[in-house]
């Protein structure tokens, strides 16, 4: 059993605590101040809608269905090999958005989708590369993969690897980063993996990302050479990942 993502609400900023929550009476008046102009059945429905927007996301998730009134729900399942193609699409994106200002412009155009395929089918092949996919609506909105550590750092106990973590559009932002990386390392523990290092690009500010799910910067650093461009890279670990 996955333990909580946060334990108190000083960790959670966007949870409100019950004592800061506005008394459901107060809504009321000011959303609804002619009262009286309402039916009984009216009344009721807008007393229900008061209550749920009054509830904290802790209290929605326990009862199930009522989160899908507030949340388009995103769904998170391990990726398959008839994901590939899409999967491609995503990743081409995701750089193209990420990596604008960054990369140089002319890489990210030539972005080739039948190569990202071909690596997909590749990677989804392999036992010991696990994946995850975020899916919204029918459509996959982002992708966790990881495994084995493939680039180490010099502290060999770092045995697992985050190899790379996406999600494009409006689907950022939303906890969705925060619940592939638990899917994700769900899978490494009982693979005996136990401590996990990701790669990033010092200018990428998902960088504070992998900071606020805890992880230390390990003062390491790789230089890629991107389109002629020298780009540095940045490792940070989770010491252990039974805490995320
Ligand atoms: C980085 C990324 C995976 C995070 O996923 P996400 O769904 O947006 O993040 P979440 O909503 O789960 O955020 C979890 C926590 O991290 C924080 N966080 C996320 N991105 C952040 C950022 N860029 N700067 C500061 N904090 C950030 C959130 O505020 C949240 O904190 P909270 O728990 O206190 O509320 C996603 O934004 C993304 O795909 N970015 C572009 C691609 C990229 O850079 N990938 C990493 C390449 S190595």
């Known amino acids: 059993m996955r333990k909580p993502a946060v334990s108190s609400w000083t960790e959670h900023p966007k949870i409100v605590h019950p004592s800061r929550r506005p ?34 996301s802790q209290e929605l998730q ?13 769904s998170i399942r391990e990726a398959v090999i008839q994901d590939a193609e899409e999967l491609a699409r995503v990743h081409i994106l995701a750089w193209q958005e990420t990596y604008r200002g960054i990369a140089p412009q002319s890489v990210l155009d030539s ?9 997909w089918k590749t990677w989804l092949n392999q036992e010991d590369h696990k994946a995850f996919v975020a899916v919204v609506d029918g459509n996959i ?3 966790i993969r990881g495994g084995p550590v493939k680039q180490p750092v010099r502290d060999p106990s770092f045995d ?12 950022k932002g939303k906890g969705t980063g925060r619940e592939l990386v638990h899917h994700l390392v769900e899978t490494l523990r009982p693979m005996g993996l136990s401590k ?27 230089i890629q ?12 670990g989770w010491q252990d990942i039974e805490s995320l």
């Not at 190899?163 to 559009?169: E, V």
Request: hydrophobic share 45%; charged share 20%.
């Open 23 to 56: 008394h459901v009476r107060d809504l009321q008046t000011s959303l609804y101040p002619n009262v009286e102009d309402l039916t009984p059945a009216m009344v009721l429905i807008k007393l229900v809608f008061v209550e749920v927007l009054r509830m904290t």
């Open 62 to 74: 326990q009862c199930g269905g009522a989160t899908a009134l507030l949340m388009s729900s995103v």
């Open 111 to 119: 972005l080739d989708v039948n190569a990202r395929i071909d690596s």
């Open 141 to 143: 909105c982002g992708f």
């Open 160 to 171: 697992a690897e985050l190899y790379a973590i996406n999600i494009i559009g409006d689907a």
């Open 196 to 222: 996990m290092v990701v790669w990033v690009l010092a200018e990428n500010p998902s960088r504070r990302f992998y900071e606020r799910l805890g992880a230390q910067d390990l003062g390491q650093q790789k």
């Open 225 to 236: 050479h991107v389109g002629g461009v020298e780009l540095t890279e940045v490792a940070y």
